[in-house]
C-alpha cells in the first residue's frame, strides 16, 4: 500500500526559506505525479502546485499567486518530492500537504499527513 | 480559472438524516474531473468521490456523486456519527489550476 511521509516543517521567521520533503514508498513514484496543497488554520484546501512525471514531461505548474516564491521539484532516485518555498510572509503559514495521481486517474487518492510551518517573528 | 462555490457553508443535521452538498462551477467542468473528499479535524484529506459520480475504494454506498456541467452533489444518505466532518469538491484534470471549494461542515444538530 502507498504511502507518503512528510518532513521538514517548523517556524520560520518572515522573509525565510524552508525546504519540505515527501518521502513516498509502496508505488511507483517515478511514474506519479505529485501536488502540494496547503490549509492555512481555519481555512480551505489550496492547491500549490504540480510536478508531472519526467516520462510525461516533468512539467511543474504552480498557483498562480505562489509561482514567483515556491519551488516543486523531485528525485526519483530517491523517491523523494520536494517544495522549496523562499520570501515567506505570515499568511505562508498553514498545513502542507503532499498528494500523488496518476496521469490517467488524476484525482488525490494517497496524501501524506501534513506537516506545519508557521511562518512569525 | 474556474471558480467552486460550495453551499450551504454549514449543514446541521441530526444522525440518521439525508445531507445534500452542492458545489457549483463558475465554468462547465467535466464530469470525469470533479472529486469530492472528506476532512476530519487533524487529519488528511480523503477521497470519497472521482469522476463526479465514482466512489472510491472502501468509501460506504451511503455516499453519493451526481451531477454534470457546473452543478455537482454529493448525497449522504443517512448520515452516521463518523460523517460528521468537512467536505471539499475539488476539479482535477489536465489543466491548472487545480481549485477546491471553499468546503461544507456538517455538523451534529
Known amino acids: 500500500e502507498g504511502q507518503l511521509v512528510q518532513s521538514g516543517g517548523g517556524l520560520v521567521k518572515p522573509g525565510g526559506s524552508l525546504r519540505l520533503s515527501c518521502a513516498a514508498s509502496?508505488?511507483?513514484?517515478?511514474?506519479?505525479?505529485m501536488n502540494w496543497v496547503r490549509q492555512a488554520p481555519g481555512k480551505g484546501l489550496e492547491w500549490v502546485g504540480r510536478?508531472?512525471?519526467?516520462?510525461?514531461?516533468?512539467?511543474?505548474d504552480y498557483a498562480a499567486p505562489l509561482k514567483d516564491k515556491f519551488t516543486i521539484s523531485r528525485d526519483d532516485s530517491k523517491n523523494t518530492l520536494f517544495l522549496e518555498m523562499n520570501s515567506l510572509k505570515t499568511d505562508d503559514t498553514a498545513v502542507y500537504y503532499c498528494?500523488?495521481?496518476?496521469?490517467?486517474?488524476?484525482?488525490?487518492?494517497?496524501w501524506g499527513q501534513g506537516t506545519l510551518v508557521t511562518v512569525s517573528s | 480559472e474556474i471558480v467552486l462555490t460550495q453551499s450551504p457553508g454549514t449543514l446541521s443535521l441530526f444522525p440518521g438524516e439525508r445531507a445534500t452538498l452542492s458545489c457549483r462551477a463558475s465554468?462547465?467542468?467535466?464530469?470525469?474531473?470533479l472529486a469530492w473528499y472528506q476532512q476530519k479535524p487533524g487529519q488528511a484529506p480523503r477521497l470519497l468521490i472521482y469522476?463526479?459520480?465514482s466512489r472510491a475504494t472502501d468509501i460506504p454506498d451511503r455516499f453519493s456523486g451526481s451531477g454534470s456541467g457546473t452543478d455537482f452533489t454529493l448525497t449522504i444518505s443517512r448520515l452516521e456519527p463518523e460523517d460528521f466532518a468537512v467536505y471539499y469538491c475539488?476539479?482535477?484534470?489536465?489543466?491548472?489550476?487545480?481549485?477546491f471549494g471553499g468546503g461544507t461542515t456538517v455538523d451534529i444538530k
Open positions: 498528494t500523488m495521481h496518476w496521469n490517467d486517474k488524476r484525482w488525490f487518492d494517497l
Open positions: 509502496g508505488f511507483t513514484f517515478k511514474d506519479a505525479w
Open positions: 510536478i508531472k512525471s519526467k516520462f510525461d514531461g516533468g512539467t511543474i
Open positions: 465554468q462547465s467542468v467535466s464530469s470525469s474531473d
Open positions: 469522476g463526479a459520480s
Open positions: 475539488q476539479k482535477y484534470g489536465t489543466s491548472p489550476p487545480l481549485t
